[in-house]
C-alpha cells in the first residue's frame, strides 16, 4: 500500500487552502459582506482544531500533521513579513503632517478612545481564569486587548475603501491620514508591551544599530534603480525581522519598521498595489489557515462568543465615540464622523497579526486569540454594509478635502 508521504499531505492542505474559500466566496456570492479575505480568515477558523478538527479529529490528525503545519507557518511568516512591510511603505506621513492639527486629533481620538473602552473590557476579563497566558502581566494583557481593540487594518481599509470606489477622493486619503498615524502608535505600543528587561540590552542595541543602519539604507536606496529597489528591499525585510527577533520584539516588529522608513515614491505605486494584490493572491491565505489552526474553544464556545460579542461593542463604540468627537472639534458635517468612524473601526488582517504576536508571546491565551479574531472578522463584515448606504445618502462628503 502506499504510504502518504509529507509531500503529499502539504499539497492536500494547499489544495484545501485555496479551493475551499474561493469556491465559498463565488458560489455564495459574498463579496458585499465578506470579501475573499475576509472568507479566507473565517475558513481558517473553521478548518482548524476549534471547529471541523473537534468534529472530525481524524481529518484533522491526518492532513495536518506537526511537519506540514511546521512548513505552513515557514510560509506564514514571510507572507505576513510582505504584507506588514508593504503597510509600513504605504504610511503617507509627509500628508499627516500637512494637515497635522486636523490629522492629530482625530487620529488620536479615534485610537484612544476605544483603547480605552478596550482596556476596561479586558479588565473584565481578568475577573475569569483562562484569557490571560501564565506568567504575563494584568497590565500587558489589559494594554494588548485595548489595542487590538484599537487598531485600524490599513491594507483592508485599503481594499474597502477601493471598493466603495472612495480610495483615490479627498475623503478616502483623510481617513489613510489617520489610520497611517494610528498605525505607527499601534506598533509604537506594541514594543512597549514586548519590552523585556532581561533582554533590554539587545533591544537597546538594536534601537540605534537599526537608526544607524536605516541612514545607510536610504542613501543606498536613493542611488539604486526601480528594479534594485524591490530585491534590495527584500534583504532589508529579511535582516529587519532577524534582528527584532534577535532583540526580543518580535519579527513583525522588525517587519514594520523596514517599510516605514522607506519612502512610497521609490517604487511606482502601481507596482507596489500589484505586489499587495499578489501577496494576498498567493501567500496569505496559507497565513490565514495557520492562524485558524490556533483557535482554541476551551473555555467554552458561549464564553468566547460573549467576550468576542463584548470586545467587538467596545471597539465600534469606542471608535464612533472618538471620531464623533473629533467632528465635534473640527466642525465636521453631519454623518460625516459616522462615515469615517465605521472605515476606521475594520479590523481584519493587521488586528490578527497583532494578536499573532501577543500569543506568540504568551501574553494571551488560544481563547482569548480566538474571542479577538471572531471580533476582527465580524468589524470588517460590518463595513461595507453599514458605510455604502451612508455614502449613497451623502455624497457630496466624498469629495470633502478636510
Same mark, same amino acid.
Given at each position: 500500500m502506499h504510504s502518504i508521504s509529507t509531500t503529499e499531505l502539504f499539497l492536500i492542505a494547499m489544495l484545501i487552502i485555496f479551493s475551499i474559500p474561493y469556491l465559498t466566496w463565488r458560489i455564495l456570492n459574498t463579496d458585499y459582506y465578506a470579501p475573499l479575505v475576509v472568507v479566507q480568515i473565517i475558513a481558517g477558523i473553521l478548518l482548524g482544531p476549534g471547529v471541523l478538527g473537534a468534529a472530525f479529529p481524524a481529518y484533522y490528525e491526518f492532513v495536518f500533521t506537526p511537519s506540514v503545519i511546521q512548513s505552513l507557518n515557514a510560509?506564514?511568516? &514571510?507572507?505576513? =513579513?510582505?504584507?506588514?512591510?508593504?503597510?509600513?511603505?504605504?504610511?503617507? !506621513?509627509?500628508?499627516?503632517?500637512?494637515?497635522?492639527?486636523?490629522? =492629530?486629533?482625530?487620529? #488620536?481620538?479615534a485610537l484612544g478612545t476605544p483603547l480605552i473602552f478596550g482596556c476596561?473590557?479586558?479588565?473584565?476579563?481578568?475577573?475569569?481564569?483562562?484569557?490571560?497566558?501564565?506568567? @504575563?502581566?494584568? &497590565?500587558?494583557?489589559?494594554? #494588548?486587548?485595548?489595542?487590538?481593540?484599537?487598531?485600524?487594518? !490599513?491594507?483592508?481599509?485599503?481594499?474597502?475603501?477601493?471598493?466603495?470606489?472612495?480610495? %483615490?477622493?479627498?475623503? #478616502?486619503? %483623510?481617513? !489613510? %491620514?489617520?489610520?497611517?498615524?494610528?498605525?505607527? @502608535?499601534? &506598533? #509604537?505600543? +506594541?514594543?512597549?508591551?514586548? +519590552?523585556?528587561?532581561?533582554?533590554?540590552?539587545?533591544?537597546?542595541?538594536?534601537?540605534?544599530?537599526?537608526? *544607524?543602519?536605516?541612514?545607510?539604507?536610504r542613501k543606498l536606496m536613493i542611488k539604486l534603480q526601480q528594479r534594485d529597489r524591490w530585491y534590495v528591499a527584500l534583504i532589508w525585510l529579511a535582516a529587519c525581522g532577524l534582528a527584532a527577533?534577535?532583540?526580543?520584539?518580535?519579527?513583525? *516588529?522588525?517587519?514594520?519598521?523596514?517599510?516605514?522608513?522607506?519612502?512610497?515614491?521609490?517604487?511606482?505605486q502601481e507596482k507596489m498595489d500589484a505586489l499587495r494584490h499578489h501577496v494576498l493572491l498567493v501567500i496569505m491565505p496559507v497565513f490565514f489557515l495557520s492562524t485558524g489552526l490556533r483557535t482554541n474553544w476551551g473555555v467554552g464556545g458561549i464564553a468566547v462568543f460573549a467576550a468576542a460579542a463584548v470586545l467587538l461593542i467596545a471597539s465600534i463604540s469606542g471608535k464612533l465615540a472618538g471620531v464623533h468627537l473629533a467632528g465635534r472639534i473640527l466642525g465636521w458635517k453631519k454623518g460625516e464622523a459616522s462615515i469615517i468612524g465605521w472605515l476606521l473601526q475594520t479590523k481584519a488582517l493587521i488586528m490578527i497579526i497583532f494578536v499573532n504576536i501577543l500569543l506568540d508571546k504568551k501574553i494571551i491565551t488560544n481563547e482569548t486569540f480566538t474571542a479577538l479574531l471572531l471580533m476582527a472578522v465580524a468589524s470588517t463584515m460590518l463595513t461595507v454594509p453599514v458605510v455604502h448606504p451612508k455614502l449613497q445618502k451623502l455624497k457630496e462628503l466624498i469629495f470633502r478635502s478636510s
Open positions: 510560509i506564514a511568516w &514571510w507572507a505576513v =513579513m510582505l504584507f506588514v512591510m508593504i503597510a509600513g511603505i504605504e504610511l503617507d !506621513l509627509k500628508k499627516a503632517w500637512e494637515h497635522r492639527r486636523e490629522s =492629530m486629533i482625530t487620529a #488620536g481620538l476596561i473590557a479586558a479588565a473584565g476579563m481578568l475577573l475569569f481564569a483562562g484569557w490571560i497566558a501564565p506568567g @504575563a502581566a494584568p &497590565w500587558q494583557f489589559i494594554l #494588548g486587548v485595548g489595542m487590538a481593540c484599537a487598531v485600524t487594518a !490599513l491594507p483592508i481599509l485599503i481594499l474597502l475603501m477601493e471598493k466603495l470606489e472612495v480610495l %483615490r477622493q479627498p475623503i #478616502g486619503q %483623510r481617513i !489613510l %491620514r489617520y489610520a497611517s498615524i494610528d498605525d505607527i @502608535a499601534i &506598533w #509604537g505600543v +506594541l514594543a512597549i508591551i514586548l +519590552l523585556d528587561w532581561t533582554r533590554v540590552g539587545r533591544q537597546a542595541a538594536f534601537l540605534v544599530l537599526f537608526v *544607524v543602519a536605516t541612514i545607510l539604507y527577533d534577535w532583540a526580543g520584539l518580535h519579527y513583525m *516588529v522588525g517587519a514594520f519598521l523596514a517599510g516605514a522608513v522607506m519612502d512610497a515614491e521609490w517604487f511606482e
